[in-house]
């Protein structure tokens, strides 16, 4: 058991490539993260234009994206595209769909954030000559992602591990490397590596969340 | 005039070709099945596991709680995909050969399970002390009190929370294609190499939202009706 699943020769071969893995998990982490909130507090200011031409638009963009499975619009980009003359790298792919996806995941959070902060707050703000733009970035947002803190973390955490689909479209993150290891070995060490580094990685996250969690329902009543 | 109608004519003939589409049709629908068929499977089994390992955290045996706890976190820090794959090309290994459809069905049923227990416990420990208290010392036993008067409770501190997530997770599915389960994806990606075309690729992803879209408006629904006005 141990032999298959935990071989320390194999492990001991396959660890540059493995590193080289998470070292690319987490700089694709670190670049479709931000890339992810900033779609997102795009879409959150442009809810609070009320007219409805903006709004529907908005609603049926943000609903067309959840509802699309993000490996699927993946897949669109990376093997559609070229079709159109539009040939792209897997990573330039994964960055886009998780711009678009995770783009509507954080825009609802930030929306509903926005909308806890009193509408007093605005007025105030706006009566002490602060301009519309000032008032929402030095008053209203700061309170808003304090607010939603919780979901944005946990969005984070699902961004994060979203991040090994990058391995269908042959960004070498750390599935993928270990996916290519485990096939030079005919072993799957590799991949029971992998998942232990993951697990490593995101437990303190799990942990932080699931505390956070339970004081917020707990204190809904 | 004519190059731009023309370069029209052809995004279309490449992205909407309608005699590829009604080809590959019956193939993208008999995906829409297999979806269908995995999340409902998923869901169901997930959802009651998860509610099964609330109920025995409840008991509050110290070692099995721990257990429980870890699994849990195991499950929500894993990948989805990296599970699918550990079982798909780990389990031959020891001569148990899970199919795809198995191994996407079992990786995304421990992942709800995992997400569902914690949503179901914080609502269970919701229910305040004294509703315990109050019911046991009108003679409910334990299992009594626990399903007639602290679970209609928690539940209903759920909805939101646990609808969002089911949502979220059966929409990966999709995940089958990478094991080579005949859901929607994995169908339109063969019919799109087997015609040199992308429409069947297209038509996966309407027939995706076909199946979503009214989940999601749903939830969004759900959402607002079950919520807790502040």
């Known amino acids: ?221 | 005039m004519s190059p731009a109608v023309s370069s029209w004519d052809r995004f279309l003939e490449t992205f909407f070709n309608a005699k590829v589409m009604v080809k590959y049709w019956p193939d993208i629908a008999y995906g829409m099945l297999v979806t269908v068929e995995l999340a409902v499977l998923v869901v169901i089994s997930g959802l009651a596991a998860g509610l099964f390992l609330a109920l025995i955290r409840s008991l509050a045996i110290r070692p099995l709680n721990w257990l429980i706890v870890f699994v849990v976190d195991l499950f929500r820090a894993l990948p989805p995909l990296v599970i699918i794959v550990l079982i798909y090309f780990g389990f031959p290994s020891i001569d148990v050969t899970p199919s795809g459809f198995v191994s996407t069905w079992m990786s995304l049923a421990l992942v709800l399970m995992a997400f569902s227990e914690e949503i179901f416990w914080a609502g269970i420990t919701s229910v305040h002390k004294g509703q315990w208290e109050a019911s046991r010392s009108t003679g409910l036993s334990f299992g009594q009190t626990l399903v007639n008067v602290v679970l209609p409770q928690a539940l209903r501190l759920t909805i939101p929370p646990l609808t969002n997530r089911t949502i979220a997770i059966t929409k990966g599915t999709a995940l089958g294609s990478v094991v080579a389960v005949s859901e929607i994806l994995g169908q339109a990606s063969s019919a799109v190499s087997n015609s040199y075309n992308p429409s069947p690729l297209i038509l996966g992803a309407a027939a995706y939202l076909v199946l979503f879209l009214p989940v999601v408006v749903l939830g969004r629904w759900v959402e607002k009706k079950w919520s807790w006005k502040r």
């Not at chain 1, 070292?23 to 409805?52: C, D, E, M, Q, R």
């Not at chain 1, 960004?171 to 096939?183: D, F, G, H, K, T």
């Open chain 1, 1 to 221: 058991m141990i032999q298959t699943f935990f071989n320390p020769e194999i492990i001991a071969a396959s660890w540059p490539i493995v590193l080289s893995g998470l070292l690319n998990t987490i700089l694709l982490s670190l670049i479709v993260v931000p890339l992810g909130l900033f779609g997102g507090l795009i879409l959150a200011l442009l809810a609070g234009v009320k007219t409805p031409w903006v709004r529907w638009p908005l609603m049926a963009w943000v609903d067309f994206f959840r509802a699309f499975p993000p490996l699927v619009l993946l897949v669109l980009l990376f093997a559609g595209l070229p079709f159109a003359g539009l040939e792209l790298s897997g990573f330039a792919c994964v960055a886009i769909a998780f711009f678009l996806n995770t783009g509507s995941y954080y825009g609802e959070i930030l929306r509903a954030g926005i909308d806890s902060v009193p509408g007093g707050q605005v007025e105030a703000a706006r009566s002490t000559g602060l301009s519309r733009l000032q008032a929402m970035l030095y008053v209203v947002l700061p309170q808003a992602v304090r607010n939603v803190m919780p979901d944005l973390l946990s969005n984070t955490l699902e961004v994060v591990k979203l991040t090994s689909l990058g391995s269908v479209v042959a960004v070498p993150e750390l599935l993928y490397q270990a996916r290519q290891a485990q096939s030079l070995t005919y072993n799957p060490t590799p991949i029971v590596v992998a998942a232990i580094i993951y697990f490593l990685l995101l437990w303190p996250l799990v942990r932080l969340l699931s505390r956070l969690e339970n004081r917020a329902l707990a204190g809904r009543r």
